[in-house]
């Protein structure tokens, strides 16, 4: 089974693959980690939600060039570690062993092992089938430098990367093997919504640092117009700002909210 969700707007591609038992995965540290969670626990008391806050830091956007792939890697390169240093920490305070997704840049069109990632889809896509995040750098956002979207996407992918790590992912395509219609969707729209906290939580712990100002956040907050996969605009940005306003995975437990936090 395969269940692809596209971001409208030209913002993030999530595609989940069906099937993907995920414990006994060689990772890099924690031999006395606690094992992944599994079951409903897995999406209601993960221990990425004991965890609090981002701890503030540093996180400089090196200067991209327009059409300049090797500017944009460097960019994403960067980024990439302070998502991987941030989550990490989570991770160790969750008592969870954690490893970075494997990533790839692409230019055009290729199959992902979650489906066809079109180069018209833009930005990002995490598929755990893989582990690997691929971050499409097509014409387009090759010729926006100054653009704070990617950024925000690829936050937003990593946080369903934090998602596989943490358990949620399995038990989320283990449920959604058993449902159908209002019922998935809803699930689906938790599972984007809390990648959506995720990614401003993070955001939020590295601002400071970032050359940013109100309005890339307003523009944020505007960039995504709502669909049943991932929820109302509405509620696209009660979780951004959730997450923006708690800094951290401990704000984003979409699983115990209400329904009409997650329409
Ligand atoms: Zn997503």
Redesign the pocket.
Known sequence: MIRI?L?TAAV???AVVGALPLTGAADASGASARPVPTGPGALMRNPLYATGAFRSSACTEPARRADDLGSYRAYLDDLLGCLRRAWSEKFRQAGLRFSPPRVRYITKSVYTGCGQFMASYAASL?CPANKTLWIMLSKEELSDPRGFGLFTVVA??Y??HAQDRAGILAEFERRSRTLSGKRALDLNRR??LQ??CFSAAFVRSVWSSLARDRRDWDEWLTADEGDMW?GTTRNIRYWLKRGWAGGGPQACDTFRAPVSKVA
Request: charged fraction near 25%.
């Open positions: 969700s971001r993030a591609v999530t995490y937003h992918e946080g369903h599972i984007e990648a959506d991932h």
